[in-house]
């Protein structure tokens, strides 16, 4: 018999922030896989570290920090095969992934080549937009209300027509984009209901208003924008 691969979201950064099904499987697997980037340590592995037993086998998915999509692709490619070596030798694998597994999770990616050929379990996790809003203290939406999730590369043009259509709307994938995203905002006349919130949940936490929020944010920062709320405060 094949082993059971299992997608653990992690949640947004802190560890108490891990569902106890996800803590359970962590500290009883003996075959642990995880995301790292061009070769630094696995941010997803800092957080469920203290979970992992010592004489665990780890896979790491070493990822490239390129815009070309193929040396990743090549990455998941390798990392599906050392996970599908484990499964036919009738392991069962715990697959890390930061937030939730499939809210732009990289689980997602394994799971597209091992889904179909093996048993694939997947435990949700505490996302980003929902731990930005609560460390913001803005309710995201009510009753009929829309909400639009939004990646920062978009152009402009594409973020102002999905802006235009809901009532709250979340930017993610911040990053080197916010100044220009800032300008939009500011232009479109929502710029005083916008909140940034950068390392939610981690050491460092900041929330501020998207006015005076740095021109220089990292990966791990989100806009929250409530049309209708209060001007921050």
């Known amino acids: 018999m094949t082993g059971t691969l299992h997608g653990v979201g992690l949640g947004p950064g802190a560890p108490d922030l891990m569902t106890l099904r996800a803590a359970r499987l962590i500290g009883g697997a ?63 694998v715990v697959c890390l992934c930061e937030g939730d597994p499939f809210f732009y999770g990289s689980f997602m990616y394994l799971f597209a080549r091992l889904a179909p050929r093996y048993r694939v379990e997947v435990v949700p996790g505490v996302t980003s937009v929902t731990a930005c809003a ?23 043009a594409e973020l102002r027509a999905r802006i235009a259509g809901a009532e709250t709307i979340v930017i993610m994938k911040v990053g080197r984009h916010l100044p220009r995203i800032r300008a939009l905002l500011d ?29 220089d944010a990292p990966y791990f920062s989100m806009i929250l924008l409530t049309k209708g709320a209060d001007p921050w405060l």
């Not at 003996?30 to 203290?50: E, H, K, M, Q, T």
């Not at 919130?197 to 740095?214: C, F, I």
Request: charged share 20%.
């Open 187 to 215: 232009g479109m006349g929502h710029l005083a209901q916008a909140v940034y919130v950068e390392r939610a949940s981690l050491p460092g936490e900041v929330v501020l208003p998207l006015a005076t929020a740095p021109d």
């Open 30 to 92: 003996a075959v642990i896989a995880y995301p790292a980037l061009a070769g630094a340590p696995s941010f997803a592995r800092a957080i469920a570290a203290d979970l992992i037993a010592a004489d665990a086998r780890e896979i790491v998915i070493d990822l490239p920090m390129r815009t070309d999509r193929a040396p990743a692709q090549a990455a998941y490619d390798a990392g599906a095969a050392a996970i599908a070596a484990e499964l036919d030798a009738g392991c069962d």
């Open 134 to 156: 609560a460390r913001a203290g803005r309710p995201l939406v009510a009753r009929n209300e829309a909400l639009c999730v939004l990646p920062g590369p978009l152009p402009d």
